[in-house]
């Protein structure tokens, strides 16, 4: 810690707000509490603490050394130069919040674009712009149900093969609240085809949440689920990777009410997890319970373009007790490098990133699959993907993988009891030929050793 201030100018600050010392500023904790004997190292130079913070950066695993198989909601994507460097221009990275539109035009432009490529992207009529991740999406979806229906239908189905998190998250952001998750208990026939969720629904359900491609890669067609859902008078909502809607038809074409999804694949690194992009678009009758910003596009009085936050009355900073959602933090800079990504790749680069995760992910599954001991768990397409059954623990097989700088797929029995033995594999545009050549020749090698 490197402490700027002289005691000269501590004694000047603690004299303006009042005080002797430091002892009577934190006069109102516990003596017991204060100033506890820390076990802390000796103090160090500039110059011996970045030696120290090298030699902890040194130890991480990283995605320039290591060949990656890990997906299960965040991807090793390419991310265009480009993108960071816009980004990280000044009149971006410090932007703050718009609350003053007429003055923060570059900001709502970039947020309109950013929108404006979400609905196309997705098939819908509104996005907003944002929320913190896609897990977070999937809770403010069961949010705006709740709104809509105004709490008299209180009961979500949630596929069992959406992302696990993602029902943690929104359980946990809707505890207590009367709302009743069903469809996912621990017992679920994951292999069912989700169509079977309809057998679940009644008068009293108000959302149907589904993964696309869900959680295990697989890709299914929702139209006739959506329609069922419709016949009951609730909503359908789909949680997507919206690199795989590049290949593969928008939600909004088979009925899709909500779409959510993640949105770390559209220009944004790993990054140890965060800060990550949550999508949210729905359809136009729905607006008006959305949260997150939404930025309209108009002409001013001299006839110039011009962008102005719209249905701000429904934000915290408004009329909070009015709000469907107090989220009002967009993570604009996510927004915005997402919006870079999606421009710089147009729509056939988009189809091109997606045809390459698809074709090399199957080839790996061709190749795994004829390994003694592995086999695929499911004969349903699969976009980037697919779960193979092992000989081995998976938690002990990617131990084996890291000796060989290879960073292994998603251990499955984590989150499904029922998968001991299964393993999460996913193959993105940076997976090379010989990498996941290699992958299988050093599965072959760790089992039958």
Same mark, same amino acid.
């Given at each position: 810690?490197?402490?700027?201030?002289?005691?000269?100018e501590?004694q000047?600050?603690?004299?303006?707000i009042?005080?002797? $010392?430091?002892e009577?500023?934190?006069?109102?904790?516990p003596?017991?509490?204060?100033?506890?004997?820390l076990?802390l190292?000796s103090?160090?130079?500039?110059?011996?603490a970045?030696?120290?913070?090298?030699?902890?950066?040194?130890?991480?695993?990283?995605?320039?050394?290591?060949?990656c198989?890990l997906?299960a909601? #965040?991807?090793?994507?390419?991310?265009?130069?480009?993108?960071?460097a816009?980004?990280r221009?000044g009149?971006?990275?410090t932007?703050?919040?718009?609350?003053q539109?007429?003055?923060?035009?570059g900001?709502?432009?970039?947020?309109?674009d950013?929108?404006s490529?979400?609905?196309?992207?997705?098939?819908?009529?509104?996005?907003?712009?944002?929320?913190?991740?896609?897990?977070?999406?999937?809770?403010?979806?069961?949010?705006?149900?709740?709104?809509?229906?105004?709490? /008299?239908?209180n009961?979500?189905?949630?596929?069992?093969?959406l992302h696990?998190?993602?029902?943690q998250t929104a359980?946990?952001?809707h505890?207590?609240?009367?709302?009743?998750?069903?469809?996912?208990?621990?017992?679920?026939?994951l292999?069912?085809h989700?169509d079977?969720?309809?057998?679940?629904?009644?008068?009293?359900?108000a959302?149907?949440?589904?993964?696309y491609?869900?959680?295990?890669?697989?890709?299914y067609?929702?139209?006739?689920?959506a329609? /069922?859902v419709h016949?009951?008078g609730?909503?359908?909502?789909?949680?997507?990777?919206?690199i795989?809607?590049?290949?593969?038809k928008?939600?909004?074409?088979?009925?899709?009410?909500?779409v959510?999804?993640?949105?770390?694949?559209?220009g944004?690194?790993l $990054?140890y997890?965060?800060p990550?992009?949550?999508?949210?678009?729905t359809?136009?009758?729905?607006v008006?319970?959305?949260?997150g910003?939404?930025v309209?596009?108009t002409?001013?009085n001299r006839?110039?373009?011009?962008?102005?936050?719209?249905?701000?009355?429904?934000?915290?900073h408004?009329?909070r007790?009015?709000?469907?959602?107090?989220?009002?933090?967009?993570?604009g800079?996510?927004?915005?490098?997402?919006?870079?990504y999606?421009?710089?790749?147009?729509?056939h680069?988009?189809?091109?990133?997606a045809?390459?995760?698809?074709?090399?992910?199957?080839?790996? #599954?061709?190749?795994?699959?004829?390994?003694?001991?592995?086999?695929?768990? $499911?004969?349903?397409?699969?976009?980037?993907?697919?779960?193979v059954?092992?000989?081995l623990?998976?938690?002990?097989?990617?131990?084996?993988?890291l000796?060989y700088g290879?960073?292994?797929?998603?251990?499955?029995s984590?989150?499904?009891?029922?998968?001991?033995?299964?393993?999460?594999?996913?193959?993105?545009?940076m997976n $090379? /030929?010989e990498?996941?050549?290699?992958?299988?020749?050093?599965?072959?090698?760790?089992?039958h050793?």
């Open positions: 810690m490197f402490l700027p201030h002289t005691e000269k501590r000047e600050m603690l004299a303006t009042g005080v002797k $010392s430091i009577e500023l934190f006069a109102a904790i003596e017991k509490y204060r100033f506890p004997d076990n190292p103090a160090l130079t500039e110059m011996e970045q030696e120290v913070v090298s030699d902890l950066a040194l130890r991480n695993d990283n995605l320039k050394e290591m060949i198989f997906g909601g #965040a991807y090793n994507h390419y991310v265009p130069a480009v993108v960071d816009i980004i221009r009149e971006f990275l932007a703050y919040t718009p609350y539109a007429e003055v923060s035009q900001t709502l432009q970039a947020i309109f950013y929108q490529l979400m609905t196309a992207l997705t098939g819908m009529d509104v996005s907003n712009a944002s929320h913190y991740d896609g897990a977070t999406a999937v809770a403010e979806a069961v949010t705006m149900a709740n709104a809509h229906f105004r709490g /008299k239908r009961r979500v189905i949630l596929s069992p093969a696990p998190h993602y029902r359980r946990t952001y505890a207590n609240t009367g709302i009743q998750f069903i469809g996912d208990d621990p017992g679920a026939d292999q069912a989700p079977h969720l309809a057998d679940l629904l009644d008068e009293n359900t959302l149907v949440i589904v993964q491609p869900d959680f295990f890669g697989r890709i067609n929702y139209t006739q689920l329609e /069922k016949q009951t609730a909503l359908f909502a789909v949680s997507v990777n919206p795989a809607l590049g290949l593969l928008a939600p909004g074409e088979f009925g899709a009410d909500i959510t999804g993640e949105g770390q694949p559209l944004i690194p $990054s997890g965060g990550y992009l949550g999508i949210f678009t359809r136009k009758e729905f008006r319970k959305m949260a910003r939404l309209g596009e002409v001013d006839g110039q373009k011009a962008y102005v936050l719209t249905l701000t009355a429904r934000e915290q408004i009329r007790e009015k709000a469907t959602s107090n989220i009002c933090t967009n993570q800079l996510m927004a915005l490098a997402a919006a870079v999606l421009s710089l790749v147009g729509k680069g988009l189809r091109q990133v045809e390459l995760c698809y074709h090399k992910a199957h080839y790996a #599954a061709q190749k795994i699959a004829a390994i003694e001991g592995f086999s695929l768990w $499911s004969d349903d397409p699969f976009f980037n993907e697919f779960v059954e092992t000989p623990p998976p938690a002990e097989l990617n131990e084996k993988l000796e290879i960073i292994g797929g998603y251990d499955l984590q989150d499904y009891p029922a998968l001991q033995n299964h393993i999460l594999f996913a193959v993105t545009e $090379s /030929k990498e996941i050549d290699y992958l299988v020749s050093t599965l072959a090698e760790v089992c050793a």
